[in-house]
Nanobody
Framework: VQLQASGGGSVQAGGSLTLSCVAS????????MGWYRQTPGKEREFVAR???????PYIDPLKGRFTISTDSAKNSVYLHMNILTSEDTAVYFC????????????????WGQGTLVTVSS
């Protein structure tokens, strides 16, 4: 299984950006798909996930400006980010798991490469 993330780039504070992640397999193979982010010197942190079968999302409460969606026809998951601030600058990683996650924020087994988001003020 491969996950290919894209959509990162530079954006001004207050702007919006949508990240995309394409899976090399039918996404219904996964129990959940989601996004994490990481900045230098910090641990990777949970951003959002969506349970593929139900479409139920779970967003980190501190990231209410973000939404997550899937498109099964494109085997893709998206992270829609709004009202971006400089604190959102990070490398964003796509994630997926075939089994129920062990916690609200625990990642699945599969990782994509990161895509860099830079927010300038």
């Amino acid at each position: 299984v491969q996950l290919q993330a894209s959509g990162g780039g530079s954006v001004q504070a207050g702007g919006s950006l949508t990240l995309s992640c394409v899976a090399s397999t039918n996404i219904f193979r996964f129990n959940h798909m989601g996004w994490y982010r990481q900045t230098p010197g910090k641990e990777r942190e949970f951003v959002a996930r969506i349970f593929v079968g139900s479409g139920l999302p779970y967003i980190d409460p501190l990231k209410g400006r973000f939404t997550i969606s899937t498109d099964s026809a494109k085997n893709s998951v998206y992270l829609h980010m709004n009202i971006l601030t400089s604190e959102d600058t990070a490398v964003y990683f796509c994630n997926a798991g075939s089994k129920r996650p062990t916690s609200n924020t625990a990642p699945g087994h599969y990782w994509g490469q990161g895509t860099l988001v830079t927010v300038s003020s």
